[in-house]
C-alpha cells in the first residue's frame, strides 16, 4: 500500500490549524449577562445553558481533532520509518 506522507502531513497540519482556531475562540458562556438590576431572567438563564453546552461541545471537538492530527503525524512517521527500514533490507539483502 502506498501512502502519500506528505498529504497526510499537511492534512494534519490543517487539522491541527483547526483545533487552534477553535481553542482561540472566545467563551460562549462568558459573554451572557442579565440587564443590571432586573436579576437574572429565564432567558437569560437558558441562554447560559445553551452557551455553556456549546463550549462542551467545542472544547470536545477540540481534544479531537488534536488526537486525531497527533495520530496522523505518528502514523506517517512509522510509515516513513517502516519504508526507510524496508529499503535499507533491500539495499543490503537481509529479509
Not at 482561540?24 to 449577562?33: C, E, I, R, S
Not at 470536545?60 to 496522523?72: E, I, W
Amino acid at each position: 500500500m502506498d501512502v502519500d506522507v506528505e498529504r497526510v502531513f499537511a492534512l494534519a497540519s490543517a487539522t491541527a490549524g483547526h483545533a487552534l482556531t477553535l481553542k482561540n475562540q472566545k467563551p460562549l458562556a462568558g459573554g451572557t449577562n442579565a440587564n443590571k438590576g432586573s436579576g437574572t431572567s429565564e432567558v437569560t438563564r437558558s441562554l447560559a445553558d445553551a452557551a455553556k453546552a456549546l463550549d462542551r461541545v467545542l472544547e470536545y471537538h477540540v481534544r479531537r481533532l488534536d488526537d486525531l492530527s497527533a495520530k496522523a503525524v505518528r502514523g506517517g512517521e512509522l510509515y516513513q520509518e517502516t519504508e526507510a527500514r524496508n529499503a535499507e533490507r533491500l539495499a543490503t539483502g537481509h529479509n
